[in-house]
């Protein structure tokens, strides 16, 4: 054991030990300040979520109100278009202009009427579109964060262990002990930070309210 200690021993040199607090100090502030634009990303698009969300729910109510209107003016406008024609011209205006033409066009198939819906529903899903992808990149941030919180982790316990060995005399067995630990609580935090996956490039729709 004290052979090994003794091949040990230059670990606990001023220089290691200076260049392993400094190295893991650095580590340890921008592993915190990532950490914490992470946390702030990820509140950012959470909060842009929920408004999303909201949004869309608000959009779709809307639009499904409106749909309801728009096929009562239809129903009735079919209903007077023969027996009474100025009745029916006056449901035809009030309908939506998307019904509108697609009631007064020769294509009336079921593909017309989907685009007819889907229009209608345009805002709403497009709003729901945006809150899904928001949440998605809220949780990529937020995985990040836990990540480079366990970087600070490892970078704190590191440089704990070089301060406790530079605070040591040299001739201390636990200083190249401590050095070593410093060291291994160096490359797991290094590897920690370096197997972080790459935030996803998700393209957040805009909002149509915008």
Do not use: H
Request: charged fraction near 15%.
């Amino acid at each position: 054991m004290n052979t090994l200690i003794s091949k040990l021993r230059f670990l606990g040199s001023e220089i290691i030990l200076g260049t392993l607090i400094a190295v893991l100090s650095v580590g340890t502030a921008m592993g915190s300040y990532q950490g914490s634009m992470a946390d702030s990303d990820q509140n950012k698009y959470e909060i842009q979520g929920m408004q999303a969300l909201n949004d869309g729910n608000t959009a779709y109510l809307e639009a499904n109100q409106n749909l309801s209107q728009d096929f009562t003016y239809y129903d009735n406008w079919y209903t007077n278009l023969d027996a009474n024609p100025d009745n029916a011209q006056y449901y035809l205006e009030m309908m939506s202009d998307d019904l509108a033409t697609l009631a007064t066009s020769e294509n009336m198939d079921e593909a017309a009427w989907d685009q007819y819906e889907t229009s209608i529903f345009a805002d709403a899903n497009q709003l729901f579109d945006r809150s899904e992808k928001s949440f998605e990149l809220a949780t990529a941030y937020d995985e990040k964060g836990d990540q480079l919180q366990l970087v600070v982790l490892f970078a704190a316990l590191g440089l704990a262990f070089a301060a406790w060995a530079s605070l040591l005399g040299e001739d201390s067995n636990l200083r190249p002990v401590f050095a070593l630990m410093a060291i291994l609580t160096l490359v797991i935090a290094l590897a920690t930070y370096f197997t972080i996956p790459a935030i996803p490039a998700i393209d957040i729709p805009p909002s149509p309210f915008q």
